[in-house]
């Protein structure tokens, strides 16, 4: 299952990668292959921008705009003028829907 | 005698400053099996049988708000009879999260250390960053896990990677993360092939029954949400006559208005989330249209209820653009539950799918206005 094509805010820094292949040990849909040693995106259309490759890159090579991929939030954080925020339940931010 | 052991540990602790590793008080439930010694007081010993009553408030989570106040206290856990050199398992204070790993560590000897994340799963924790760097670091010296744990290694579900970085933790602590597999159940294999995951083992999927299992909590918010808002609304516009408001057109005249929003409703929430690497195009609004005008051209073929909607140019202009809008609307909610949708992604969707919303819902109104006049005969 993909989501829509293109929107994925991942990028990569070859020149900084150092090859240790954490990014595609974290990353849940198998966005990232080796070449020559060092890590390339090359399905970038199955990222969700969770930022698991961003977070455990020793050497900071990838940026993404992470967030949560859920309407509900991100409407709320329209209507609040703040960041999207899955906290929806009723009592004021303990629990989560997602 | 454990217990005033315990509370004699508390005081002692309290003296020194010094916070204790093992939940204040040993947790009662029948998921608690006796406790062990740890250098920093007992720990509570856990069970690694699900119970009847652990399996029914688990399936309560999946259908109700029960979920939002599910949790255990964070802290230190032992599994049959650990040592220095027995693994450690981190999880989330989600007791489902919680029960979904011990349920998987039957006939090991092991730690389990389980972070404070308000009683959220795994995933959205990290997601939040509960499940993260600073909390993992601070409970690993408040449980004086290096002396628990010889060995220097701490297993973290892979999808707790979100919030953690595994470097940062490992020169905070010493201690070296190990992401296990994306799902609990991989576990027995993952510790089998020497701690090391297959690619599928790491890849989250988005099965059938996994998307079943989620759509009570898209069908009943939504019903509890915005349908009995809906059905009083219907239920007052067709009621409101020159006359007064009357109860017997209130009723005739809204069913077939009351059925189609259901059928909405049960298009958005359950066929869309359930049938949807089958229904066509990526875009969950446009999916959930799709579905909310097949259900509202099966449900308007299926019964004579529906021959004035039918029939009425106004009301059936309002039927085709209300509800399936109606159905896109609710569908697009299940992106927060998918495996699969990024923010960027729901922003672009939202950015053409809102103003459509919005002038729809401004049209239906309309529809609505000059039915009733025409129905009033001032038209």
Known sequence: MKYLANTATLRISPEKCVGCGMCAEVCPHAVFSFEGGKAAISGLDACMECGACVNNCPAGALSVNRGVGCAAAIINGMLTGGEPSCDCSPKGGKGSCC | MPEIKLVLKKDENAASGRTCCAPAALPAGPWVAGSVNTPCGQAPGISTELTRRDRWDNFKCRVSSFRNDYAVPPGLYAVGAPDRESEVFVSANYKFSFDTLRRQLKGLNAWVLVLDTKGINVWCAAGKGTFGTNELIRRISSVNLAAVAGHGKIVLPQLGAPGVSAHEVSKATGFRVIYGPVRAKDIPEFIKAGYKAT?????????????LVLSPMEIIPAMKKYYPLYALFALAVFGLQPSGILFRSAFTGALPFLLLGLASVFSGAFLTPVLLPYVPFRSFAVKGWIMGAAALLFSMESSTWF???????????????????????????????TTFTGMSGVKKELKTAIPIYMASAVISLLLLAAYKLTEWRLI
């Open chain 2, 199 to 211: 690619r599928e083992m790491r890849t989250v999927k988005f099965t059938f029954w996994d998307r």
């Open chain 2, 307 to 337: 021959k004035l909607v039918r029939t009425n140019v106004e009301l059936l202009a309002l039927c085709l653009l209300f509800f399936p809008m109606a159905s896109s609307y609710i569908a697009l909610q299940f992106t927060g539950s």
